[in-house]
């Protein structure tokens, strides 16, 4: 009696498939570029650098007096990003942690006579170099002032600072995470688009159809070996960071893991637009652009470089549309804050929407032929 076939193994074919995937990416200059060396040159250029200017984020007191000399050339200095109907306990939170450079409120305490302003400001270590800049701002302001009173010999003007302890927020703990973003986000969509396409044209995917491996078992074995890749990157590129410029993991090898998992769930956002390029493209001339088209606007607006509060309004309201910068914020905040996935709970969310639109998307522009 003969015994009856064993049934394919569809998870162990995809296991292979991602092992030559793997080797095969592993060995593309363009991936290793983008994944690595791009990111890590951007980390090592602004590690070196130390403290980067970025604009000065401030909270104002809600009933500081708007029409005082004092504040009308803080704003006028176009270096301080006002912040306005933040709690008292919010302010000290976000100080702690360095999201606020400085707390603000200034009094005229002689309404009837010649005035008199009290400035007060309250600053954190987490943020001590943007609140040496800032109190040398006030500094410039109130000397100017008081000059202007030196016949009287009064002081029109007096500072009174008090400084709050917390981490040090240095330029790679903004500069890394945004630099992981940039390299997911190549990878997913140029790494993506390029393979499958490439697969395609080859008549490679044409050929898997001979054979009893499932199609969603194809797809699941390419980008299996994708993520890998990116996390292998990812870990190196934190690791890097770590120990050669000091970047912060609150909990240690707990915040490590949290950032892989995180890059993971965006890495497979990113794929869906390289699976619609792919999709879309009619040869391989065409897949830069349109790959650019959806990676460059999120490069520069998405806080990869450059925090968005330094944009205009109307261009923070565009880079809060754009899912790489969620991906970035909540790596920074898993990162420098300790935050745990239920305080991302906002940025999961809009990754999540990201990615069920993009792959509804993708299943109707991807082609197997």
Avoid: C
């Avoid at 992981?180 to 997913?188: K, V």
């Amino acid at each position: 009696m003969n015994n009856p076939p064993k049934k394919y193994n569809q998870f162990r074919a995809m296991m292979a498939l991602a092992k030559a995937s793997f080797t095969s990416t592993i060995h593309s200059p363009s991936a290793v570029v983008f994944t690595l060396v791009f990111p890590l040159i951007f980390i090592v250029v602004f590690g070196f650098i130390g403290g980067g200017v970025f604009k000065m984020d401030v909270a104002i007191d809600s009933h500081i007096d708007k029409n005082s000399p004092i504040y009308q050339g803080l704003v006028g200095s176009h270096s301080v990003n006002i912040i306005e109907n933040e709690t008292d306990q919010e302010v000290e939170s976000q100080l702690e942690k360095g999201k606020l450079d400085a707390w603000l409120n200034i009094q005229n305490t002689q309404p009837q006579g010649k005035p008199h302003y009290v400035v007060s400001l309250k600053t954190s270590k987490a943020s001590a170099d943007k609140a040496k800049m800032l109190k040398l701002i006030l500094d410039d302001i109130v000397k100017s002032m008081n000059l202007s009173g030196i016949p009287k010999q009064e002081d029109v003007a007096e500072i009174r600072s008090t400084e709050i302890s917390g981490r040090k927020y240095s330029t790679i703990d903004f500069i890394l995470p945004g630099q992981l973003g940039f390299a997911l986000l190549s990878t997913g969509v140029f790494g993506t688009a390029f393979v499958f396409f490439g697969l395609r044209q080859t008549l490679v995917l044409k050929r898997f159809f001979a054979t009893p491996v499932k199609r969603t078992y194809i797809v699941l074995g390419e980008g299996l070996s994708r993520i890998v890749f990116a996390l292998l990157g990812a870990l190196f590129i934190i690791v890097v960071g770590y120990y050669a410029f000091g970047f912060t993991l609150i909990h240690g090898f707990a915040t490590v893991i949290n950032m892989l998992i995180l890059s993971a769930l965006g890495l497979i956002v990113f794929m869906g637009f390289g699976f619609i390029v792919s999709g879309i493209a009619n040869n391989d001339n065409a897949i830069p652009p349109m790959a650019n088209i959806i990676t460059l606007p999120q490069f520069l607006l998405s806080g990869t470089f450059f925090s968005i509060s330094a944009f205009p309004v109307w261009l923070q309201h565009i880079a809060r549309v754009l899912p790489l910068t969620y991906l970035n914020d909540a790596l920074r905040r898993i990162a420098f804050e300790g935050a745990g996935f239920q305080d991302i709970t906002k940025d999961l969310l809009i990754l999540v929407a990201w990615g069920i639109v993009i792959y509804i998307a993708a299943a109707k522009t991807f082609k197997w032929e």
